[in-house]
């Protein structure tokens, strides 16, 4: 990590957040509240919580990836000792299907499987090993099917039918102006075609979930989760009782990244039911290599690009298509209107933070007998950003231009019109990044640099730069945040948020701005964890959201008190109401700081005499706008900027990679807590230095071959270069303290980068993924060989 001297840094040409004098919480580098419990080892994850008295639940996976189910025979398993409960579809209380958009997914599956993985019968039983033994024992009966592994094939006429109603899922389409003038227009027009792969999310905690019956009736349903609320709502269908029926709640999670926004539902189903049938607590722990076989992925992608420019690198036309493998089942992929949903996405973000006149995009989501495709890192932007930065930098080399000049003269700006239409009218720092970035990378110094760095000539230096953009919100008509506050007479505060942890740091970066908005200090807030019977809805923790419209939820309820808390203090002070400022656990008179008091002593005086010490919050974005037909609008209401730098060392008799040196410089909006900020920028390059490296979950047939993470690669810290960020703050109008979400945006420019520095450090080009050793040395082959020695 850079010196911190370095770290922050004001935009040129556009006002930063709410100015850092005026702020004694938010904007500092506050330790991370769950910091100590985590290097102690006194936090507790799902696998720690004592389970004695749990039935221990186990599904039984279809083996094959398209099959009938002719029968199944559960008799020998009903008849083990130890076992409660062995469940087929039959058995499903209510709605025999789970999904996050929508319901297509089956519980327990009963006439046909979809891919290997699919479950096909639940076992409870009073331990793990005689589970284990009871799934031995039942005999299913299957007529195999024929199999569709490729989004193109499965559009096909005759292709094999993995849902009755066709393989097509989602057809979206972006026309901004007329392709076909630009492309009459340009000097230079350019084809390629870029492919990536399943990934794994590889989170370090293994899924677990917790299903306990109540004595009112209702289901507790605990676990690591990020959208407790939408596990709520499949759980009351599932079981066919009211929504107030079942309780979600959130268990401190180690690690998420998106895939559990859709496993909770999957497994939590599954062990509310087995509960239900039994009426006994029921435990579901998955082991890594069942995690690998069940849970999402990654969408692969398959993306064809056409590009006209003019000679001097402006961009004037803009195509592009989409096949988008959605897997099995819909999982997060289809489209929640107006532009939820990360098929959408992906179709909006694929021409990238660029200027282009006319701009055209068909985007086909299909199914097909693999694993179904959720919310990964970045939600089908870092797809689309592999496409478009490796296509600038294939722009620049053919007309001999620098990287960084063409993406300059085509960079969003101030004004600049995206290609949905959308007018960015505020905060837009992404070509401050490019400087920032360029200047402290040095790649002017270093750009045409390369030379061989051993005495053997196998070793090439290359840079390589990507830039990237990412939205704040998730663009659906519902999204929005409630909070809850409520202060009690010793000052302290309570503040109910139903944003999850993850290790992003939500449990400090809340409090803090609640903390700022009521005056008083961090330590005097405490966050009461999600659950659903506790706190107001909050959507799920995903779409770089949290901090953003739960803040201004926490800043609209904390306003709510303090207007009490002012009134009653103005009253004490003889104060007019208006000059009185809460700060740092005092109220004081703005004109006579002499004239103040203690926040809690007010809080005292408002408790005596009934006044208002709760307050609520509920704050949704501006409308979010997508046209159908057109793809135009404003999809999402205010977008993060950033531009990484990489060099890297390849070894071109091997097409071995080493990254040596990385800078990432970031428009954030407003760092609420800079410290925690370069945390999750760090993790962000490593994710997308192993998307870019190694990272594939290999797939043969629809079987997973790299199920556990022996076999399936992720970077260690021995793969990692020194990482230096940059915070810039180009302020968000619309956000707390003028923050912006920056939680996914550090991964998607990072591969990119690094793909563009492999093919300037060896001449060779990898466009589909991963650039491991093997691709890399025959993308060198393929080039024509290693650069002259």
């Known amino acids: 990590m850079q010196d911190k001297t370095e770290g922050k840094q004001k935009p040129k040409d ?60 559960t008799k020998k398993a009903e008849a083990l000792k130890g076992v409660a409960a062995v469940l087929t579809g039959k058995d499903v209380p209510g709605r025999n299907g789970f999904g996050a958009i929508l319901p297509d997914q089956p519980v327990i599956c009963e006439d046909k499987v979809r891919y290997v993985g699919d479950g096909v019968a639940l076992v409870a039983a009073d331990t793990e090993e005689i589970a284990h033994e009871a799934l031995s024992l039942i005999r299913v009966e299957y007529e195999v099917l024929p199999a569709v592994f490729d ?13 009755e109603a066709g393989n097509l899922l989602s057809d979206n389409k972006l026309r901004k102006g007329d392709v076909e003038k630009g492309f009459l227009e340009a000097d230079i027009i350019m084809e390629r075609t870029y492919q990536v792969p399943f990934l794994e999310h590889a989170y370090l905690e293994p899924d677990v979930t917790l299903a306990v019956p109540q004595p009112d009736g209702t289901m507790l349903v605990e676990g690591p989760m990020q959208a407790p609320f939408t ?112 098929h959408i996405h992906s179709m909006v973000m694929m021409p990238g933070p660029y200027e282009i006149p006319h701009a055209k995009v068909d985007a086909y989501l299909c199914y097909t007998n693999h694993p179904y495709g959720g919310a990964m890192r970045g939600f089908g932007a870092p797809q689309v950003h592999i496409a478009h930065e490796q296509m600038m930098d294939e722009l620049a080399a053919e007309l001999e231009l620098d990287p960084l000049h ?50 053997e000539s196998c070793k090439r230096r290359g840079i390589g730069v990507g830039m990237g953009w990412y939205r704040t919100s998730i663009g659906t008509a519902g999204d929005g945040c409630g909070a809850n506050i409520s202060v009690h007479e010793d000052g302290s505060v309570l503040l109910y948020s139903g944003i999850t942890e993850m290790g992003q740091g939500a449990f400090t970066v809340l409090p803090q701005i609640c903390a700022e908005a009521l005056g008083v200090a ?62 740092d656990r005092l109220v004081y008179d703005r004109d006579d700081t002499r004239k103040s008091l203690a926040f809690k002593e007010v809080a005292a005086r408002c408790m005596a005499t009934g006044k208002r010490l709760i307050g609520q919050g509920w704050w949704t974005p501006p409308a ?166």
């Not at 895939?259 to 599954?270: A, H, L, M, N, Y």
């Not at 837009?428 to 200047?439: F, I, P, R, S, Y």
């Open 14 to 73: 556009q006002q930063s957040g709410a100015s850092e004098k005026n702020l004694v919480v938010a904007g500092q580098s506050v330790t991370r509240t769950d910091d100590p419990a985590k290097v102690t080892g006194g936090l507790m994850y799902g696998a720690d919580y004592a389970h004695e008295g749990f039935l221990h639940g186990k599904i039984l996976r279809s083996p094959h990836p398209h099959a009938l189910i002719k029968s199944i025979d």
């Open 231 to 342: 596990v709520r709502r499949n759980l009351a269908a599932v079981l066919g009782v009211p929504v107030n029926r079942v309780r979600a709640r959130q268990i401190h999670m180690g690690g998420g990244f998106g895939g559990k926004e859709d496993s909770p539902i999957d497994i939590g189903c599954r062990a509310a039911v087995l509960a239900f049938h039994t009426g006994r607590p029921v435990r579901i722990a998955l082991e890594r290599e069942e995690v690998t076989l069940q849970t999402c992925k990654r969408h692969p992608m398959i993306m064809e690009i056409k590009i006209g420019a003019r000679k001097d690198g402006k961009l004037l036309a803009f195509e592009g298509v989409i096949y988008d493998e959605q897997g099995a089942y819909a999982g997060l992929g289809p489209i929640i209107p107006p532009a939820g949903g990360s």
């Open 624 to 789: 979010a706008s997508l046209d159908p037909e057109t793809g135009q609008g404003n999809p999402y209401f205010v977008y993060t900027y950033s531009t990484h730098m990489a060099e890297v060392l390849v070894d071109v008799e091997t097409g071995e990679v080493e990254v040596t040196d990385y800078v990432a410089a970031f428009d954030v909006g407003k760092a609420i807590n800079p410290k925690a900020l370069e945390g999750q920028i760090e993790g962000g390059v490593a994710m997308g230095l192993g998307y870019a490296l190694m990272e594939e979950v290999a797939m043969v047939e629809g079987i997973p071959q790299n199920i556990n993470l022996q076999d399936y690669l992720i970077p260690t810290t021995l793969d990692m270069p020194d990482v230096k960020p940059i915070v810039l703050e180009v302020e968000n109008k619309l956000g707390p303290y003028g923050a912006k979400g920056i939680g996914e945006m550090p991964n998607i420019p990072a591969t990119p980068a690094i793909l563009n520095a492999i093919t300037d450090a060896c001449g060779g080009r990898v466009r589909s993924l991963p650039a491991d050793p093997e691709h890399v040395f025959m993308a060198i082959r393929e080039a024509g060989g290693p650069p002259e020695r």
């Open 151 to 163: 989004p193109r094939d499965a559009l096909k006429p005759d292709a094999p039918k993995v849902h």
């Open 406 to 455: 063409i993406r300059r003269i085509n960079a969003f700006r101030l004004g600049s019109a995206t290609a949905t239409g959308q007018v960015l009218d505020q905060s837009v720092g992404l070509l401050d990044t490019l400087d920032a970035c360029a200047e402290s990378f040095g790649w002017e110094e270093r750009f045409g640099q390369n030379e061989y760095v051993d005495a």
């Open 522 to 583: 961090m330590e005097d807030v405490r966050l009461v964890k999600p659950d659903t019977d506790q706190v107001p809805e909050s959507g799920p923790t995903v779409g770089s959201r949290s901090t953003t419209l739960m803040g201004n939820a926490i800043i609209m309820a904390a306003a709510q008190v303090k207007s009490s808390i002012l009134e009653m203090a103005s009253e004490m002070l003889r104060v007019p109401a208006e000059r009185l400022e809460a700060k």
